[in-house]
């Protein structure tokens, strides 16, 4: 493995193109639609809640998949405006697209709400006359079949405007004819036609074309996590955006060439975070957007070596910036975590970032408070020596490995962590030779493109290894999770993969 590496290419910003200009007037009025519609989706969704508890158990599952599609459906709105204000340049090329759904969304939604309110009909009378009767308006189209619809013509909208390669501009135009087709029977005037030079459907869409090699970032928050230690004790402490901020489509838009990397929602969507890279230089940013209580949705960006990260309470993660007017740092977001694991994840996520770019590190970053250390040694990967390290939550009592940089300008950098199990069983570890361990299935997150995972798997079912410098510490790190049995090397010859050496000198 090549050492660590600072990523830096300083070329000159790209120019605003016309397209730019025109983002700066569409992307406010787009944005503003979504998040309208979302808020409405919230509060139909929460009558509907109300309505569904009043009537007879037979009655309800049609009513809770309206609801879960509401659910779906709120989300997916809000994030077409999150990332849309990463991607403002993008907004023209879905502009007529987005038109299309969001009229007939919301006469959907009003629908439903005048069956709701009707006080002239029983609960029981209301709902089986608005499902019979929407369900009527568009034949083969029941009506959470309806909102089925739109949530993936929605999601074709985010592939759109993301230029993601699973975009499918012939499933999107199918959706769009049926669409339109429920816009005709309901009586909703027919919408702006798309314009052809914004988006190509008879080629390739070279547009779409993206690099393969994906950044280690966008790996992290994919797969479930191996374990969920929630935190029981979370006080009045609640995610939140401090800024200064911005209405939602005001800030001046990004280049192209970006890529989103990592995406969290906090506090049922009240906040989000979206960290994405700048393509023409590498740097990453960080926009946090907010809502106010009439669903108002506000925004600020900062690049991630503007921003530090503290854990400030249990779980929450504090990120600040300098104010050279105030000559202080100020807080810029709170964010607060339910479960210990996506802290950590999010926490290491944002150092590995950082330290691509600042040269003066604190040391006091590369530690996540109320952490204690239980274990410490010197490791050997791909013949690149790091520090491996067991901590331990002080709230959770949550425990995993950390590996850091051992030699350099980014000692103490952040290379992967894994989380151990709860009450990981006696054969969890096991104990290869005088300087090696394996581990069963173990969840390595990385933290650098350098770093590859599956170079330390061994044996046919995959465990992962650990090679220590010294052997000393290879039994201090058994009895840490075996403190009753015997240090000396197992027989584990029955998990040898065909035809390789458990140990040889040559090697360490």
């Known amino acids: 493995m090549e050492p660590i590496r600072i990523r830096r290419v300083r070329t000159p910003a790209p120019r605003v193109n016309t397209r730019d200009l025109a983002a700066r007037d569409l992307g406010p009025r787009v944005l503003d639609g979504c998040c ?57 090329v879905m502009i007529d697209y987005l038109n299309v759904i969001l009229p007939c969304l919301c006469r959907t939604l009003r629908d439903i709400m005048g069956y709701y309110e009707d006080k002239y009909r029983s609960k029981e009378h209301r709902w089986r006359t608005m499902y019979h009767e929407m369900s009527n308006e568009l034949p083969g189209t029941t009506l959470p079949a309806r909102f089925v619809m739109y949530n993936q013509y929605l999601a074709s909208l985010n592939y759109m405007l993301t230029r993601d390669p699973n975009f499918d501009v012939n499933a999107m135009e199918a959706l769009r004819i049926r669409i339109l087709q429920l816009r005709d029977a309901r009586k909703i005037d027919p919408p702006s036609p798309i314009r052809t030079d914004l988006i190509r459907r008879d080629t390739a869409l070279d547009f779409w074309k993206q690099e393969t090699d994906s950044h280690w970032a966008e790996a992290i928050f994919t797969h479930p996590l191996p374990s969920r230690r929630e935190f029981r004790k979370r006080g009045n402490y609640r995610s939140d955006a401090f800024g200064p901020l911005d209405r939602m489509g005001h800030l001046d838009p990004f280049p192209d060439d970006v890529t989103i990397l990592v995406k969290r929602t ?225 027989d584990a010859s029955e998990e040898r993969d065909d035809g390789e050496d458990d140990y040889t000198p040559s090697e360490e």
């Open 36 to 92: 309208v519609e979302a808020e409405r989706a919230d509060r139909v969704g929460y009558c509907l809640q109300g309505l569904r508890n009043a009537l007879p158990e037979h009655l309800q599952p049609h009513l809770t998949a309206v609801i879960d599609h509401l659910q779906i459906t709120s989300h997916l709105l809000r994030d077409l405006a999150d990332k849309s204000q990463v991607h403002l340049s993008q907004v023209p």
């Open 266 to 490: 906090f506090e049922n969507d009240r906040v989000s975070i979206i960290i994405f890279l700048r393509h023409y230089d590498q740097l990453p940013f960080m926009l946090v957007r907010t809502r106010t209580p009439s669903g108002e949705p506000w925004v600020s960006i900062r690049s991630i070596d503007a921003l530090t990260i503290e854990r400030e309470s249990t779980s929450v993660l504090y990120l600040t910036y300098w104010n050279p007017v105030e000559k202080r740092r100020k807080a810029w977001a709170s964010l607060a975590f339910l479960t210990w694991e996506e802290l950590v994840l999010f926490y290491c996520t944002f150092v590995g970032l950082r330290n691509e770019w600042v040269r003066t590190l604190d040391p006091r970053e590369f530690i996540i408070r109320k952490e204690k250390r239980l274990f410490q040694a010197q490791i050997v990967e791909d013949e690149v020596e790091h520090y491996l390290a067991v901590v331990e939550d002080f709230h959770t009592k949550g425990r995993r490995l950390h590996v850091m940089t051992r030699d350099g300008q980014l000692r103490n950098c952040p290379v992967w962590t894994a989380f151990i199990p709860p009450d990981p069983p006696e054969d969890w570890l096991i104990h290869k030779a005088p300087h090696r361990v394996w581990l069963r299935n173990l969840q390595v997150y990385s933290f650098c493109d350098e770093y590859r995972p599956h170079r330390q798997r061994r044996g046919k079912f995959g465990h992962f290894q650990i090679r220590f410098a010294h052997a000393t510490a290879t039994t201090r790190f058994k009895q840490l999770f075996n403190p009753i049995s015997d240090p000396s090397v197992e």
